[in-house]
């Protein structure tokens, strides 16, 4: 099959997810209401009481609310890839994506498309968020909203390919808002995004080490660094590692052969 397929292939996921997003007003105000909330209220509290941060790049204290923002960036992107992912569930009980995975383009194809097209959305996301950041002071370096394109893209990558791996596990749509609050809020709360680790560590070293091999942590990091024109190599190795990892679960989980999907069939 010739690239011009592919190619076509990918086009049309993402503007089927781009129209989607795009008819689901509710979805674009939600994804930027949340972050927002916590930057405007939360940050506000926490400003009076934290004082102020350290942001890794520098030796120097900052607001608080700059210090959060990368992680609301990165809250977008997760929160996206699960909405992502919950679609797929949506599909699959609909049978459109039944429609999909019998093409005769490869499986892993159809899914990194699909991963492709809702990173597409939540970077385009991010961005309109860290636009309106600006009124609150959160002025990166003008080249830093450059440099974090590629951190963007790693980790919402790895992200929605966590959500993928996710939605292979669930049988019907119900289930997936509850799996979602057992994965989302933990890895937030468990990582980076509020705290910086040396604080998390010296409160309590179980949760110091469950913020270590947190895939959340390391994608904060690596958009907080290039934010600032940084480069955090440990983190884009973890991220491209639990990235790697959750596309090949994910493959084997759609794969109705081997993966979850094959049990399910069998169980039905």
């Known amino acids: ?85 919950l679609s797929m569930v949506y599909d699959r009980e609909m049978g459109s994506m039944k429609t999909l995975l019998i093409s005769p ?41 450059l440099a974090a394109l590629p951190a963007l893209l790693l980790s919402g990558l790895m992200l929605g390919a966590l959500g993928l791996v996710l939605s292979s596990f669930i049988r019907q749509l119900e289930n997936f808002a509850g799996v979602m609050n057992f994965v989302i809020f933990p890895m937030f709360f468990t990582s980076s995004a509020l705290y910086p680790l040396w604080r998390v560590r010296e409160a309590s070293l179980p949760v110091y080490w469950l913020s270590e091999i947190n895939p959340f942590t390391h994608a904060t990091e690596l958009i907080r660094f ?20 959750f596309v090949i679960l994910a493959v084997w989980g759609y794969d109705p052969g081997r993966g979850l999907m094959a049990r399910r069939a069998g169980g039905e």
């Not at 972050?35 to 506000?44: E, K, Q, R, T």
């Not at 290039?226 to 990892?245: C, D, Q, T």
Request: charged content about 10%; hydrophobic content about 60%; proline content about 6%.
């Open 226 to 245: 290039a934010l600032y024109e940084k480069f955090a190599p440990l983190s884009a190795l973890v991220v491209a590692g639990y990235l790697v990892l």
């Open 105 to 145: 383009f490869p499986r892993w194809f159809l899914l990194v498309a699909k991963l492709l097209a809702g990173v597409f959305v939540s970077m385009v996301q991010a961005y309109i968020f860290l636009a309106i950041a600006w009124f609150w002071d959160i002025t990166p370096p003008w080249a830093g909203y």
């Open 1 to 85: 099959m010739r690239g011009a397929a592919y190619a076509i292939c990918l086009s049309g996921v993402v503007e089927r997810e781009a129209l989607r997003w795009l008819n689901q007003r509710g979805r674009f105000v939600s994804a930027l209401v949340r972050p927002l909330v916590w930057l405007a209220i939360f940050a506000a509290g926490f400003h009076f009481v934290l004082g102020v941060s350290i942001i890794p790049p520098y030796e120097t204290y900052i607001p608080y609310e700059v210090y959060i923002a990368p992680g609301l960036v990165a809250m977008i992107l997760l929160f996206n890839g699960m909405q992502s992912s």
